[in-house]
């Protein structure tokens, strides 16, 4: 099992021909992400050899879905161009969308977010500002590396891609169902809450990880969530327990005022919701790890 993305999904890549839509496009591949297409009006009709592999290029997200059945598009498309191509991605109503792109505007990503509502939510967001998911040993959606974990039951989900990365090479023995970068972004898809519902829903996930960090008040709502209708057990990890107040702390969305969205008030919030917090990504692991009994 996994969440939101498995072995059958059919990838298209809206920005492909670009070189970070190339070099990404190569590296999913190798994961075995069956990749059927990209989309690029300017080169419709043609074709890119990738390492043997022949992809068609199709000029739009509804054309591409029509001739591949595609079901998933990861965009690798500029910050000036991303809501237009995020609502093509909702008006073709491909169920998955993931949106690594940073830098896009918040005025956009609530357009298309509120887009996506409008539209009856048939196309699942994730991201802006996001590495994507990992199915490991099935499907790679993103720029998380395919090389650093393996299958486990051990579900993931994080604001941060750089500690997403550092999580699954910590338990990399123990392995994962999935793992989703929702993105550090004020307004994303896909929220924690979000993964957590999947994650308790997937059978074959035992135990979940999640990551946030300061500002907004995004973990203070998971872990009401987490009292109310979880009923695996839930490890945690809040990034900033040193962040001086009123700074931000490289995401858009790490912003702390007063006592608000600071990590002690997220610890706190999560531990009174029964969920164990660590202070430094590997405690986090090693409390995952007492857990599972490895």
Known sequence: MAIFLNKDSKVIVQGMTGSTGMKHT????????NIVGGVNPRKAGTSVDIDGTDIPVFGTVAEAIEKTGANVSVLFVPPAFAKAAVVEAID????LAVVITEGIAVHDSAAFYAYAVSQGNKTRIIGPNCPGLITPGQSNAGIIPGDITKPGRIGLVSKSGTLTYQMMYELRDIGFSSAVGIGGDPIIGTTHIDALAAFEADPDTDLIVMIGEIGGDAEERAAAFIKENVTKPVVGYVAGFTAPEGKTMGHAGAI???SSGTAAAKKEALEAAG???GKTPTETAKLARAILGN
């Open 26 to 33: 190569k590296l999913m591949l190798a994961d075995g992400t």
């Open 92 to 95: 073709a109503e491909i169920p």
């Open 256 to 258: 702390v005022s007063g």
């Open 275 to 277: 969920v164990k917090v």
